[in-house]
């Protein structure tokens, strides 16, 4: 018998309005059922719920305008110049600073150009969590670590290295090129991917993809934050692959730089790099740099600091400063 039309379209609506309702109680467990707030009150983001390390984006709008922020931004600045940078002349630091619960962002010397060392490690662990996507048998991989290569520099060794002659699982390595920033790790890391899918993460953010083996290689300190930004938004990878690499990052055997700064119990997914060279007039160079998130139980946030100077303790002190000033204005707030 044929349907009657009128009867046929109310119950489709009826069907439909009941999923939609379903659909919406359902989804409601998992996103934020209120935009985060900023301090002014003011209604800025929506992000989902339920994750321990990203905290994915769903609807921004950003003002920066707030007098209590720029308030804020100027103590820090005025305290870091006058704490940090005029008591360290002999000393370059570059920062950027970035609040991941609404938007707010500076920097210090922020577009300067610093070797970035141990920190292409980020990138090149999102390289294989990217091209995971197309082939999800890629972290089974084993790889036979046959032969050593030159010896890098070192100042900070690693707690525990591959070993000769073993082989190992491509997720065994990016472990150990993270956690314990293995440059044998990272070396059969590196030989085992197609450049073009490492050089594409660079491209996708608008940033010139340094060469690996050039040691004149050079990234500015905002142009590297982009990387844990796009972790913590989970807007590049899939929630679960940035879940996975940040915890990795909350791994980092590192605990000078920025982890120095802040409470021990702070949980903190961070990556450091160093490096040493030679000047014409021949006198050493030495960087160090941390770039990572600080999970700041009502205020997490993105810092990156870079250096450049004579001696790595000195280094190491003005990161710690730095991440300790930021850290003591957040919590008073």
Known sequence: MPLNNKYFLTTVFVL????????GF???KKINSKPVENSDGQAREIRQSGYKFINPLLECEVDNSSSILKSAELKIKKTIQDDIIDKNPDAEVALYYRDLKNGPAFGINEQSQYSPASL???????AYYKYSESEPDIFKKEIL???ASPEFFQNFKPGKNIELGKSYTVEQLIESMIRYSDNEATNLLFQNINSNNLN????DLGISAPD????????????YASFFRILYNASYLDRIASEQTLNLLSMVEYKDGLAAGVPAEMMIAHKFGERESRAENGQIIR??????IVYHPSRPYLLCVMTRGKNFDNLTNIVSGVSNIIYQEINNK
């Open 16 to 23: 439909t309005a009941s999923f939609l309702f379903a659909a």
């Open 26 to 28: 359902f989804i409601g």
């Open 120 to 126: 292409l490690k980020v990138p090149l662990m999102i």
């Open 145 to 147: 670590f046959d032969e």
């Open 200 to 203: 594409s993460i660079f491209s």
């Open 212 to 223: 690996m083996y050039n040691p004149d290689n050079s990234i500015s300190v905002k142009d």
């Open 287 to 292: 960087q160090l740099h941390d770039c990572g």
